[in-house]
C-alpha cells in the first residue's frame, strides 16, 4: 500500500515538509561519504529557509499548549491509562520547554558562521559549489567523514527542538484518523465533511499494483479524490474504473 497525505490548511503544509526534511536529515547523517553529507548540509539550510517565517515558532508553541489542555482532560477517564497519559503529557511538556527556551529561529546561530553562510549563497546557483568557488568548503569534504559528521551534528543541534515538535504534533494528529474503505466510482471519489470538526488532514493508502495515482483537493466543508494513471509518455490521464482504497480524516 502506498500513503499519500494532503494537508487541509497551510500550517500542516508546513509540518510535512519539515518532517520529510529532518527524515531525510536523519537518513544522510549516518553515512560516510562526503556527497550525502553535502546534501545533510543541504538539508539543514532548507530546515531554515522553511523555519524563517517569524510566527512559525509561535504557532508551534501554541498547538502544543493546545495538545496538553486538551490530553490533560482525560486525566481521570477510567479508560485511559494514567501512566500512558503522564508519559505522553512528560513529551508535550519536554517538547515545549525545549522549543520554548531556545532563543531565535531554528538555526539562527548558524548565520553568524560566515563560512556556512558563504556556502549557503553559493549552494542556491547550479553548480555553485564547486571545488574553485568554494576552496575551503572542498578542504572539508576531502576530510575524515566522522569529523564532517560531528560538524553536522553540531549544526544541526539547534533544529532538533523544533524537529521534535514537529514529529510529536504530527503523530498527535495521524492518530485522530480513523481509516475507512471507500470506493472511487468511475476514477472519482467525494465526501462532505461532518461539520462542527476543523480537519487538517486527509490520508490515503491504495493498492500499488493498481498503478493509480490520487490527485487530491479539500476545504472544511468538501474533500475530493480523482484516480489518475500515468500513459507511456508519463502524463497524467483520468483512470475511469471503480477502486477501493483507504480513507483517514484527521482532525
Not at 22 to 37: E, K, N
Not at 47 to 66: F, G, I, N, Q, Y
Not at 180 to 193: D, E, H, I, P
Request: proline share 4%; aromatic share 8%; with cysteine.
Amino acid at each position: 500500500m502506498i500513503l499519500y497525505e494532503y494537508p487541509f490548511n497551510e500550517r500542516i503544509r508546513t509540518y510535512l515538509r519539515l518532517e520529510h526534511l529532518f527524515g531525510r536529515l536523519g537518513q544522510l547523517l549516518p553515512r560516510d561519504s562526503a556527497l550525502d553529507h553535502h546534501y545533510a548540509l543541504i538539508t539543514i539550510f532548507e530546515v531554515m529557509d522553511v523555519t524563517s517565517r517569524a510566527d512559525l515558532k509561535s504557532e508551534v508553541l501554541k498547538d502544543l499548549d493546545k495538545q496538553k489542555a486538551h490530553m490533560g482532560a482525560f486525566r481521570g477517564n477510567p479508560a485511559i491509562s494514567e501512566a500512558s497519559l503522564d508519559a505522553f503529557l512528560a513529551q508535550l511538556d519536554d517538547a515545549f520547554q525545549q522549543l520554548s527556551q531556545q532563543h531565535g529561529k531554528p538555526g539562527h546561530e548558524l548565520t553568524d558562521n560566515e563560512w556556512l553562510m558563504s556556502i549557503r549563497s553559493r549552494a542556491v546557483i547550479p553548480g555553485g559549489t564547486c571545488g574553485f568557488d568554494l576552496p575551503a568548503y572542498h578542504a572539508w569534504q576531502q576530510g575524515q567523514s566522522a569529523a564532517r559528521r560531528a560538524d553536522l551534528q553540531t549544526w544541526a543541534a539547534s533544529l532538533a527542538p523544533m524537529a521534535q515538535a514537529v514529529t510529536l504534533l504530527l503523530h498527535i494528529l495521524r492518530d485522530s484518523g480513523k481509516p475507512q474503505k471507500v470506493m472511487a466510482s468511475a476514477g472519482y471519489f467525494q465526501q462532505t465533511l461532518p461539520q462542527g470538526r476543523t480537519f487538517q488532514l486527509l490520508r490515503l493508502r491504495i493498492d500499488e499494483s493498481l498503478q493509480l495515482i490520487p490527485e487530491t483537493s479539500g476545504n472544511r466543508l468538501m474533500a475530493s479524490v480523482r484516480l489518475m494513471r500515468q500513459d507511456a509518455e508519463g502524463k497524467l490521464q483520468v483512470a475511469r474504473e471503480d477502486a477501493a482504497f483507504e480513507l483517514a480524516l484527521c482532525a
